[in-house]
């Protein structure tokens, strides 16, 4: 246990006062007397050790490097040389630092208010919500939601990139949800910036200064790197050109999900065609920590994006849709190119297909959670569903229940996040023609 300490000499001369007095009181026998003259001697020690040696307002502070951190960045942010810095904790100026490393700072004066880089982006910490950084730089989470892609909602996760856009900086119109001013790219693993610049149709040079970059090679799994001036690879609808495929279902609702997390039920909804409700559906699924299972979580979680109140997976949705009498197929764990056979030619039975993805088709990396019974499960930060309802030689149109709108995603993207959940989907089966 350790010795409780006080903040001032006044406070340890008062309780060595405090002893003699009532110690004094209730005996004065010799013997008790020298033990409250040896308590008084060690108080003593303690206001001396306060006289020789106060606390230096110089004193260097220590920081906590966190992901995606450099000594540039870190000496940027103290407003230190990188030298110096480099020298204070006697490691080279190119040195590596690591997630966890504690540097100190040689001018011990920690910033009055939480830095960005000079291209304004912040690194998540543990603990961060868009609430507290919103405040901390004093702007609102609106605006941070905004300039990153990410619904007002959102959790965040540990090493992610925020852009913090200027408090003062107007905007020349309303953001649209839909149609987000920038892209925000996660690094996947084995992912390097040529080839994520090759993807984009930009350059690694360009991406480098938008994000601050020390280096274009310097980026890690789970890194949120804005794409500069890019634009989606996948077309919208009205720029497709014609195809020989050429699919789209009919008397297929859209709708909105009730529930923060309930894009599966109302996703399934959707397909159903006005079969069952939401509600409904909602009322008979099982609940499970594993989404394999059941219903993972609250439906109604504060929070988006999470892995705690998470939602439920083809195989526990189906459960509920045999609960209901509506008849459906998974499609699970298949090659990709199975996968899209299947979809498509269910596409052309007719027959609306739930799909997991990511929210708005974002870039994520998927974690493996242990589950009660042990098992590890692979859960996706962002984990979302929507109803395909059409496809054709560029990609496929689906039912987003999020804000219910209708989305397009190239095959190539569609790939790629379809990758995220094995290939998931639920295929219901009605009796509409």
């Given at each position: ?34 033990r409250v003259g040896k308590l008084c001697a060690f ?391």
């Open positions: 246990m350790r010795p409780k300490t006080f903040d001032s000499p006044a406070r340890a001369g008062g309780l060595c006062a405090f002893v003699v007095a009532n110690s004094f009181a209730r005996l004065s026998t010799a013997k008790f007397q020298a108080v003593a020690a303690i206001l001396i050790a306060f006289t020789v040696s106060p606390a230096s307002a110089d004193s260097p502070t220590t920081h906590t490097v966190a992901w995606g951190e450099t000594l540039y960045s870190i000496a940027r942010m103290y407003g230190v040389p990188p030298q110096s810095l480099a020298s204070a904790n006697n490691i080279s100026l190119n040195s590596w630092v690591y997630a966890g490393t504690r540097l100190l700072i040689p001018s011990g004066n920690a910033p009055a208010v939480a830095s960005t880089t000079p291209s304004g982006y912040y690194t998540v910490r543990a603990g961060d919500t868009l609430f507290s950084i919103a405040s901390r730089f004093g702007t609102t989470v609106d605006t941070i939601s905004s300039a990153n892609n990410l619904p007002a909602n959102g959790v965040l996760y540990v090493g992610w990139t925020l852009k913090i856009p200027s408090a003062n900086q107007p905007t020349s119109q309303p953001l649209s949800r839909n149609k987000p001013t920038s892209i925000t790219h996660i690094v996947q693993p084995g992912e390097y910036l040529a080839l994520i610049a090759l993807h984009y149709g930009t350059t690694t040079q360009a991406i480098a200064y938008a994000n601050n970059l020390a280096a274009d090679w310097m980026i890690y799994a789970t890194q949120r790197l804005s794409i500069p001036t890019a634009s989606s690879k996948s077309p919208t609808p009205s720029t497709i050109a014609p195809t020989s495929l050429n699919l789209r279902l009919t008397n297929v609702p859209l709708l909105q999900q009730k529930q923060t997390l309930t894009c599966e039920e109302a996703s399934a909804a959707m397909a159903a065609r006005g079969a069952i409700t939401e509600n409904q559906l909602v009322a008979v699924m099982p609940r499970s920590d594993n989404p394999f299972n059941g219903i993972r979580g609250s439906t109604n979680s504060p929070y988006f994006g999470g892995l705690y109140d998470y939602g439920v997976y083809a195989q526990g949705l189906q459960k509920g849709l045999t609960a209901l009498n509506i008849r459906s197929q998974i499609l699970y764990g298949q090659s990709f190119d199975d996968f899209k056979g299947a979809v498509v030619n269910h596409l052309r039975a007719n027959h609306p297909i739930v799909w997991w993805h990511t929210w708005q088709d974002s870039y994520q990396v998927p974690v493996m959670v242990k589950m009660s019974d042990g098992k590890l499960v692979k859960l996706v930060p962002y984990e979302h569903a929507g109803t395909i309802v059409g496809a054709n030689d560029s990609g496929v149109t689906y039912h987003d229940p999020y804000d219910a709108t209708v989305r397009f995603i190239s095959w190539a993207d569609f790939r790629r996040v379809s990758s995220y959940f094995d290939n998931m989907a639920l295929v219901v089966i009605t009796n509409d023609k």
